[in-house]
C-alpha cells in the first residue's frame, strides 16, 4: 500500500516536470531534457529570388515533418545585403538569425569577430568525411569548424547556343578567341558579346586568374593585386568593354545581366550554377537544350575561375542553439543536398550525393564539377571578406574610364597594406 | 508677430526677476535657485521628460560619437558580447589623428568639393524652379487646382519609392528615358555608368523631389504679397520686370531666405537620393560626405566606426558654420529670423 502510493507520488512529479518541459516552447529555450527540440529556428537564406528561394524555403519548412515542435522563421535576405545586415544585428545582439547562409569568404570573418557558434562535438556536424576537400576548407578558422558547407560553385560561361549558330561561331577558349567571337556576333546578328558585370568585382576574378594574378598571396603575406599580372588584368576587362566586345553596368548588374541575357541581347555571360534556374526561366531557354556552359576563357597566363559556395553556420547567440544544430545538420545533409541539386542544379558539397543517379544525370552538375575541382581557392583568413570593398571601387572606376588601371590597381594594394597590417 | 511679444514678455519677466532677486540682496545665488524651484517647480515638472528624452536621444549619441572620432574604434575592437563570447574593447584614445587625416588626405577634400557642387546647384535649381512655378500658379489661370495638385504629387510620394522609380527610367538598357531618345534615333545615355552623367542624373531627381517643397512656401509668400501694391505700380506704369523685381523679390524674401537655409541643410544631407540611385558610384563618383561616412560605418569592413564619427563631426562643424555665416549676412541685411 505504502508503495502505492510512493508510485503515485512519483508519477505524478514526472507527469508535473514533464508538462513544464513541454509547455516551455515559446522560442527562448531550446531542448530540455527530454531530448525533442522546440523552439524557432530562424534561417537567412541568400539564395536567387524567383527561382531558388522557392524550393529552399519549402525545404526548410520540411524540417518540421522530423520536428513538429520546432517552427522554422525563413528569411531571403538579398545577397548583397547579407553581410551587413548579419555584422550589424550580431554585434547589437537583436535581430540576428539562427542561421545563415554564409558565403566562404564571409565565414572567416564572422568567426574572427566571435558572431559564430564553433560546431565541433555538436549535431551539425556528421560524417564529416563526406565533404569535399575545398568545401571544408573554408569553414575551419584557428583549428575549429565554425559552419558546415551548403552548396559549392565556381563560374563559367554561359552562352546562348542560337546565336552562336546564327552567327557562325565556336565557343571562345581565350581572351583573345573571346573578342573575335564578340565582333563577328556583333557583325552578323547585331548583338552584344559578352555581359560583363561591372558592380561586382567577382566577376573579375576569372580574368584576374588567366593572368596569373591573385588578389594576395597569403602563404608569403604579400599583396599581388598591383603586380604586373593585377594590373594586365584590369586592362584585359577595360579592354573588352573599350572596344565593345563586352557591355556592363555600374548598377542594378545582376538584373540587367539576366534580363538581356534571357531576352537574347546578348550572347554570352560569365556567371555560376546559382544562375542556372534563374536563367532557364527566360524565354529565350523556354527550350533548356539552347544554353551552353563552357569553361572560362584564358588569359596569357592560364585559365581558372574563382571557387566559391555557401555555409550554413550557427550564430553564437542563438537562444536555441541545439534546435540549430540539428537544422544546419538537416539542411546539408546527402538527402537534403540531393532534392536541391535536382531541383536547381546547384553542386552539392558530399562526395556521396555526386554518385545518385538523377544527381550524376544532371548535365549542369556533370559540367561544373571539374570546374569546381580545378577552381582557384581563395585565403580563408578572417579579412577574405574585406578584400571586395576596396577592389569594387577601382574596377568601376577603371571600366568608367575614371582611373587608369595602374593606379587603379595601386589603390586597391594599398588598401589591402592598411587592412593587413604588416603584409608587404 | 505672436512668436515675438511672447519671447519679449518671456524676457522681460525673468529680467524683472533676476531683478528683484538682487535687490533683496541675499547675493546667494543659491537661495535665488532655491525660490526659483519653489515658485517654477511646475514648469521644471513639465519639462523634464522632455530634456531628458533629448539629452538621451540626441546628447547622447552626439556626445559619443564625438567621442569616438578621437579614438580608433572600428569592428574588431569595440566591446560586444554574442552569447558566450565575450569580447572585451581594446581600442585606443588618438586624439585628433583622425582629424589631422581626413582634413590632409584627399578623399574628405574631394568628396566636400562634389557636395557642395551638388548643393549649390540642387538649391539654385530648385529655387528657380519653384519660384517660376509660384509664379505662375498664382495668376488666375484654368485649372489652377489641378495643376497644383499634379505638381505637389512629388513631394506626397515616400522619397524612396520616387528614388526607385527614377533608378528604372535611368536604366541604360531597359529604361523608359533612353527608349524614347531611342525612339528619336538617339544613342542610349549612360544615365548612372558614365560618372559625369551620373552626377547629372542624381541632381536632376533632387530637383524633382525638391521643388514642390519650394513652390508651396512661395506659393504661400506670394500669396501674403498685398495685391494693391501690383496695382499701385502698374499705374505708376511698372513693367512685369519691374514688378517682380521691386515687389515680388522683397515680399518674398522672409519665406526665401528660411527655405533656402532649410533646403542647404538637407541637401547637403540628402542620403536617400545618393545611396539608393547610384550607392555613390559609378566608383566614387557621386559619393557625398554623408553617404561616404554611412559606407564607413556599415559597408566597408572592418567598419571604421572612428572614421565614420569624424566624418559626421565635420559635417555638423560645416553646417553649424554656413548658418552662423548665412544668419549674420542676413542680418546685416535687417533680417531676422
Known sequence: ?424 | MAVDTTGQSVAKAAGDHVARGRSRGTGKSRGAAKRSLSTHWYAWAMVAPVTVVIAVIIGYPLVRGIYLSLTDANERNVARSIGVNQIPATYEFVGLDNYTDALTGSQFLGTLGWTIVWTVSCVALTFALGLGLANILNRRIAGRSAYRLLLILPWAVPGFVSVFAWRFLYNQDNGLLNKVLAGGGIDAVPWLNDPTWAKLSVIATNVWLGVPFMMVALLGGLQSIPGELYEAAEMDGANPWQRFRHITMPGLRSVSTTVILLSTIWTFNMFPVIFLLTRGGPGEATQILVTQAYKFSFEVSPRDFAQSSTWGVLILVLLMVFAAFYQRVLRKQGEVW
Not at chain 1, 546562348?160 to 557562325?168: D, M, R, V, W, Y
Not at chain 1, 540539428?326 to 546539408?332: D, K, P, R
Request: with cysteine.
Open chain 1, 1 to 424: 500500500m505504502r508503495r502505492g502510493i510512493a508510485a503515485t507520488a512519483l508519477v505524478a512529479a514526472l507527469g508535473v516536470t514533464l508538462a513544464a518541459c513541454g509547455g516551455s516552447d515559446s522560442g527562448s529555450s531550446g531542448s530540455k531534457g527530454s531530448g525533442e527540440l522546440s523552439g524557432t529556428v530562424t534561417w537567412w537564406d541568400t539564395s536567387t529570388v524567383g527561382s531558388e528561394d522557392k524550393v529552399f524555403k519549402k525545404v526548410a519548412e520540411d524540417f518540421t515533418k522530423a520536428h513538429p515542435k520546432v517552427t522554422v522563421k525563413y528569411v531571403n535576405v538579398p545577397f548583397g545585403e547579407a553581410q551587413n545586415k548579419f555584422k550589424n544585428a550580431a554585434q547589437s545582439g537583436s535581430g540576428a538569425p539562427d542561421v545563415i547562409r554564409s558565403e566562404v569568404a564571409w565565414t572567416p570573418e564572422f568567426a574572427d569577430l566571435g558572431y559564430l557558434a564553433p560546431l565541433d562535438g555538436t549535431a551539425a556536424l556528421k560524417n564529416q568525411d563526406d565533404f569535399l576537400k575545398q568545401a571544408a576548407a573554408s569553414t575551419k578558422y584557428k583549428g575549429k569548424t565554425y559552419a558546415v558547407p551548403q552548396v559549392i560553385d565556381s563560374m563559367g560561361i554561359f552562352y546562348n547556343k542560337k546565336i552562336f549558330k546564327e552567327a557562325g561561331v565556336q565557343v571562345p577558349k581565350t581572351v583573345d578567341e573571346l573578342k573575335a567571337v564578340s565582333a563577328k556576333i556583333k557583325q552578323k546578328t547585331g548583338k552584344t558579346g559578352l555581359y560583363l558585370r561591372g558592380d561586382d568585382a567577382y566577376w573579375f576574378l576569372s580574368f584576374l586568374y588567366g593572368e596569373g594574378g591573385d588578389l594576395v598571396d597569403a602563404p608569403n603575406k604579400k599583396v599581388t593585386i598591383d603586380s604586373p599580372a593585377g594590373v594586365k588584368a584590369f586592362k584585359v576587362v577595360k579592354d573588352l568593354v573599350d572596344s565593345g566586345a563586352a557591355k556592363t553596368d555600374a548598377t542594378d548588374g545582376w538584373n540587367n545581366m539576366q534580363t538581356a541575357f534571357k531576352e537574347g541581347k546578348v550572347a554570352m555571360m560569365i556567371n555560376g550554377p546559382w544562375a542556372v534556374a534563374d536563367t532557364y526561366a527566360g524565354k529565350e531557354f523556354a527550350d533548356k537544350a539552347n544554353l551552353g556552359i563552357a569553361p572560362v576563357p584564358a588569359g596569357s597566363a592560364g585559365q581558372g575561375a574563382p571557387q566559391g559556395g555557401h555555409n550554413l553556420a550557427v550564430y553564437a547567440g542563438s537562444k536555441n542553439l541545439d534546435a540549430s544544430y540539428a537544422f544546419a545538420e538537416y539542411m546539408t545533409s546527402a538527402e537534403t543536398q540531393a532534392k536541391i541539386s535536382k531541383e536547381l542544379s546547384l553542386l552539392p558539397t558530399r562526395e556521396s550525393v555526386y554518385l545518385k543517379s538523377d544527381v550524376a544525370l544532371n548535365e549542369q552538375i556533370a559540367f561544373f564539377k571539374p570546374v569546381v575541382d580545378k577552381a582557384v581557392e581563395r585565403p580563408w583568413i578572417p579579412e577574405t571578406g574585406s578584400l571586395f570593398a576596396p577592389l569594387v571601387t577601382e574596377y568601376t572606376k577603371v571600366l568608367t574610364g575614371q582611373t587608369t588601371p595602374e593606379k587603379g590597381a595601386k589603390t586597391v594594394g594599398d588598401g589591402y597594406r592598411k587592412l593587413l597590417k604588416d603584409w608587404k
